[in-house]
């Protein structure tokens, strides 16, 4: 069993102190409101109405790139909402080899504390650490083709990265379990999956065949990922919860 699920010395519920419960409830409902929700509401959107946009995205570094620009902007495309959602994708499959790095190690440790980590095909997972170093190498050629600087950080970028980051967090935090990671990891995939489709969709309608269908073969291969740790992820909590008839894949 998973030290998770195991019962112990939690204090958070307000069952724990009936008589300060009591009294914190009671404070609260005496306690006059300083500012309603309408009033935080307008300050928020006073922030909303003067904030500037969370980065750009950046001009082509070369010749090249100014002219392949050019020719999608007569021809009525975005070159920018690509290149942006291009450098998203290569951001997070760059984070997500860092993930299943962390993850892995998580599932040798609890191999070793015999808890969960037996539940996972290692060879498996490193399957999968490497086919995203994969995807993010082709993400960066892509991006050259274009004439575009895969180092620079576009604003779908950046705010994948902060989206990313409390799941990240969950990963690397050495107090949880892999069923806990598991969920993470579930979640990662799942916006992965959705991301990759999109991206298709993007590269079909910007004429780029060969692009569209390297992003096809990264899809199916996601594909497995997430049917793997949704499958992993339903066994090990399936099996905390004592269902005898659980099997192991």
Known sequence: MEKSTQMGRNRTGIDMSPIDSK????????????????????IERDYIQQSDAVGSVPIPGTIKGALKSTMQKVTGNNPEMFINKLGERLAYERTGVRIYESFINKCETSLTNKEMGDLIPIDQLRQFHNEEAEHFQMLKECLEKLGADPTA?????????????????VIMDPRTTVGQCLEAMLSIELTDNAAWELLIKLAEDMGMKDMAEQFRHALRQEDVHLQSIRQWYETAVRAQAGASSVTRH
């Not at 009671?26 to 929700?37: D, F, K, R, Y």
């Not at 902060?162 to 967090?169: I, N, Q």
């Open 23 to 42: 009294a914190m409830i009671e404070g609260a409902m005496n306690s006059p409101v300083t500012q309603t929700s309408q009033t935080i509401r307008s």
């Open 153 to 169: 950080q576009t604003p779908d970028a950046d705010i994948s990265g902060v989206a990313a980051s409390g799941l990240m967090k």
